[in-house]
């Protein structure tokens, strides 16, 4: 079994600020790794994943996360956010050998002016 | 780009009504899922289809909720008698392999269960 943890529900941020979101994940076994971003009445999107290979992965709009299996962490990062970055963003794990998602609780993420 | 579809957008429902949640999903992919997220909780898995039967669910999908593909195109959940604590967001999403696991999720139905 597997479990999530996003550390903070909601993160302020200035416009043109970097921001970190933070993930941690317990698992047994083996696991690929996800955030997804949700904005005001849409789905959840991808924007990266872990899967294998180098820690550092990148993903769209700028954001990035690295995997650090010692810390079993999974941080999102930007160095510089837009207005247009607003959204819930969730972080979420598989097994690899299954096709079940377990999610975090979500960080809502505010960009201001 | 390819995208799920979900119907409807929002239902509202008296307790003990049958609601049927209705999804359109990616037409090459395989497999096949229901999400639900209890307002101010955490998205949560119910159920993945696959080859026309489940493949895996969890302890919340219990026998008041089932699945069906009733045609090539259409992913339907299904609660029979709905209780106040169904009132939720439910996703669906599909994905064309299993393991890389790289699921494409719908804009949800919200229930609300009065």
């Known amino acids: 079994a597997q479990s999530v943890t996003q550390l903070d529900s909601q993160v302020p941020v200035f416009e043109e600020a970097p921001v970190e979101l933070r993930c941690n994940y317990s698992?047994?076994?083996?696991?690929?790794l996800f955030w997804y971003v949700q904005y005001p009445n849409q789905g959840l999107q991808l924007l990266l994943k872990?899967?294998?290979?180098?820690?550092l992965v990148k993903g769209i709009n700028g954001f990035e996360a690295e995997f650090n299996k010692s810390q079993t962490s999974f941080h999102l990062r930007k160095p510089s956010v837009h207005i247009s970055d607003t959204a819930e963003y969730f972080c979420?794990?598989?097994?690899?050998?299954?096709?079940?998602?377990?999610f975090g609780g979500g960080t809502r993420l505010m960009v201001k002016p | 780009e390819p995208e799920v579809t979900q119907t409807p957008s929002h239902q509202v429902t008296q307790m003990g009504q049958e609601v049927i949640l209705r999804c359109v999903p990616i037409?090459?992919?395989?497999?096949f899922y229901w999400y639900r997220q209890i307002l101010g909780q955490k998205v949560e898995f119910l159920v993945s289809?696959?080859?026309?039967?489940?493949?895996?669910k969890s302890e919340i999908f219990d026998d008041q909720f089932s699945v069906e593909r009733p045609d090539g195109s259409n992913f339907t959940l299904k609660i029979r008698s709905t209780k106040l604590e169904d009132s939720a967001m439910y996703f669906c999403?599909?994905?064309?392999?299993?393991?890389?696991?790289?699921?494409?999720f719908g804009a949800g139905s919200r229930l609300t269960v009065l």
């Open positions: 999403a599909s994905s064309s392999t299993q393991g890389s696991n790289v699921l494409t």
């Open positions: 872990y899967l294998s290979g180098s820690t």
């Open positions: 037409s090459n992919h395989l497999y």
């Open positions: 289809f696959y080859n026309n039967e489940i493949s895996e």
């Open positions: 979420a794990v598989s097994g690899r050998a299954g096709n079940m998602l377990t």
């Open positions: 698992s047994s076994v083996s696991v690929y």
